[in-house]
């Protein structure tokens, strides 16, 4: 058995195997605005319910191991004392993903990632209208486990309002596990399904995504993507140029033939068999090209 002193390995490595072996977690969709009133969305996988009376949830921003930074979301949280935390189902996970790109300070996350914002009741942050459960926390503390990268910082939220769609309720006007349809992190790329299993979402770039709100209009209203397709869209660094997709175009057979069919609905069916295959550049350069 390999044994390990936490003291003798790196940060990130150490980190690794918390993440790998304590899982899987409940992730919390935290939504917080800062003094300015500008919206902040991120994702943290270090999350739970810790009391029902009084309803408490607890998740940890941490510093970052690499520069030992701090989240915007944590900056928020010490500022304003308010947080909406949205659950993640399968629907939105590849949008959720996506959001955690660290985007410049100002940049909006919602429309990166391709979410509606939703007034709060009692709070002022924004709730993801997309989540299927929503809800709006008063911060009661934060605690700071440590001060070097990879240290937690404990968010104490009280829970205020509680926003449940119907459509993952049971008979009973109870939550339906089959129909909330939840995921939960696992460690690396990894995530868990309810009821279904393990699956894998490919890690934002470290580079800066397009974001779902580059992706034109044709493509965002043609109803033949979810928005987890979109994300996937978004992942990408750059739109492809008209050399790149003319070199696609020339070298693929099935391309000419879709392209020949001058029919928008059987280029949007191949383009979404790119993107389900991980080949969202492909996608990309057939929703480009012309005939």
């Known amino acids: 058995m390999l044994s390990i002193d936490p003291k003798e390995i790196a940060p990130a490595k150490l980190q690794g195997y918390l993440q790998s072996a304590v899982a899987p977690r409940p992730i919390a969709f935290a939504s917080t605005i800062d003094t300015d009133g500008s919206p902040n969305l991120s994702p943290f996988s270090f999350f739970n319910v810790f009391s029902s009376n009084p309803p408490i949830l607890i998740f940890s921003p941490a510093r970052r191991v690499r520069d030992n930074t701090t989240k915007h979301t944590l900056i928020n949280a010490q500022n304003t004392k308010e947080v909406v935390i949205n659950v993640v189902n399968y629907d939105i ?24 914002m939703l007034k709060s009741d009692k709070v002022k942050p924004f709730r993801v209208a997309e989540s299927p459960v929503q809800f709006e926390c008063k911060i009661n503390d934060v605690v700071a486990l440590g001060d070097q990268g990879g240290a937690g910082n404990l968010v104490i939220c009280e829970v205020v309002k509680i926003h449940i769609s119907e459509a993952v309720l049971d008979a009973n006007g109870m939550i339906d596990q089959y129909k909330i349809d939840l995921v939960a992190r696992m460690g690396g790329n990894w995530y868990s399904r309810s009821n279904v299993g393990m699956f894998e979402v490919e890690k934002p770039l470290t580079t800066l995504g397009i974001g779902v709100d580059s992706i034109p209009d ?30 696609f175009v020339k070298e693929n057979f099935e391309v000419k033939a879709v392209l020949s069919a001058d029919d ?6 191949k383009a979404k068999e790119y993107v389900d295959n991980g080949r969202a550049i492909d996608a990309w350069k057939l929703l480009l090209a012309k005939k």
């Open 264 to 269: 928008m609905a059987t280029k949007f069916q």
């Open 93 to 116: 996970v590849e949008q959720m993903s996506l959001s955690s790109t660290e985007y410049p300070d100002g940049v909006n996350e919602f429309e990166k990632a391709g979410f509606t």
């Open 218 to 247: 044709f493509i965002k209203e043609s109803g033949c993507f979810t928005g987890n397709d979109l994300a996937r869209l978004g992942n990408i660094e750059n739109i492809p140029t008209e050399e790149e997709i003319a070199i």
